[in-house]
């Protein structure tokens, strides 16, 4: 058994495994399949919201999609199963062009890695249980809210808690780079100064844009309290939803 610190250093450096690929320059860009079918979905909905659908129509889409805590916290002890769909479907939702236009660039920043590692279908299933829990967080410090939740920053702050737990490690496999496994400990994780900085940098500011939102036109369909719900279910979720890979096992000597 290594000292602490030399665990620390042991689980922070990893052998680059050989690049794979016919040579060359490499793209800029190597997002995964099914992060750019997620970051189309997405666009797709808001191109449909914004540039299809009339204002009415609009409306009518927002109330049947977007997660309005209020729907079930007055139900008279039946809930639409469609309804319920709604703890999904939120996430596909943006408000504003900034909104989506934030959201997609971290998607890409932090799915890549985490679909790399994990692959498509865990991927997806990573997405829904993240933007569920999300979505219960919200619910469940705002029941009686008529505002409606949509964004998918919920489900893209549980990607960054999966990323702490890998200690943000990350190693060239094949043309594309992936998070480096395997799953850290929560005591290790915690010991790890960038992931340290990270998380409580990125606390404070959740924390902060939420005390100091003033409820206008872009804090009206996000929830800070999501984001922290996202993450809390990515950080201890993701030892669920790993896919060992081959040289996890030079971490574990």
């Known amino acids: ?13 990893i052998p680059q495994p050989e690049m794979r690929g016919t040579g060359g320059r490499e793209p800029i860009f190597n997002i995964p399949g099914v992060v750019i079918a997620l970051i ?4 797709a909905v808001y191109v449909y919201q914004n540039y299809i659908l009339s204002e009415r129509q609009d409306f009518e889409f927002m109330m049947n999609f977007a997660l309005i805590p209020a729907r079930f916290s007055m139900a008279s002890g039946f809930v639409d199963p469609a309804v319920i769909f ?12 900034a909104h989506i236009a934030v959201n997609m660039i971290w998607l890409a920043a932090f799915g890549s890695p985490l679909a790399g590692r994990i692959g498509a279908v865990r991927m997806i299933l990573f997405w829904v249980f993240t933007s569920v829990v999300a979505g219960l967080t919200h619910y469940a410090l705002h029941p009686e809210s008529l505002s409606p939740l949509v964004g998918a920053s919920g489900a893209i702050s549980g990607m ?33 100064k960038p992931v340290l900085i990270f998380v409580g940098v990125w606390f404070l500011i959740n924390i902060v844009t939420g005390l100091y939102s003033t409820g206008g036109a872009d804090f009206s369909s996000i929830a800070w309290e999501a984001h922290i719900g996202g993450f809390i279910a990515g950080f201890f979720g993701i030892p669920l939803m790993d896919r060992p890979r081959s040289y996890d096992a030079v971490l574990r000597r």
């Open 40 to 43: 189309g979905l997405c666009v």
């Open 1 to 13: 058994m290594l000292p602490k610190d030399k665990r620390e250093q042991h689980f922070m450096s």
């Open 160 to 192: 960054m808690g999966a990323a702490a737990r890998y200690g943000f490690r990350r190693v060239g496999y094949g043309r594309r780079s992936e998070f480096a496994g395997p799953v850290l400990p929560i005591g290790l994780t915690l010991t790890l």
């Open 86 to 97: 709604t703890f999904i479907s939120y996430s596909f939702m943006h408000g504003s062009f």
